[in-house]
C-alpha cells in the first residue's frame, strides 16, 4: 500500500512541476470567495496549492493515527481484562467454574441491552 502513496505522490509533484515549467512566466489574478490577489507567479500558487494540501493530509493522517492508538490502547485493556477473567476462571473448581459461568453470561446479556 504504502508503495501506491509513493508512486501517487510522485505522479502529482510530477505533474505540479511539469505545469510550473510550462507555465513558468505567467502571471495570473487569483480570486478566492471575495478576495482578489493580482499579479501572482502561477508558479507561486501551484507550489502554494501543493503545500496546502500536503499539510492537509498530514493532519487527517494524525488525527486518524491518534484514533488508531486509541482503539489499540482500548482493545489491550480488553484482552488484559480477558486475561484476568481467563486466569481466574481456570483456578476455580469445576462446580463454582459453572456457576461462575452462569453469572458471567447473566452480566454479559445485562451489558449488551
Known sequence: MWVIKVVLLAVVILFVIIVGVQNGGEIVTFRILRWEFAGIPLNMILVEALAIGMLLGVM????HAVGMRTR???QKKEISRLTSE???MRNLPIEEAEEEQQRMDDERRYIDR
Do not use: G
Not at 487527517?60 to 488525527?63: A, E, R, T, V
Open 60 to 63: 487527517i493522517s494524525i488525527f
Open 72 to 74: 489499540i490502547w482500548r
Open 86 to 88: 481467563l486466569v481466574a
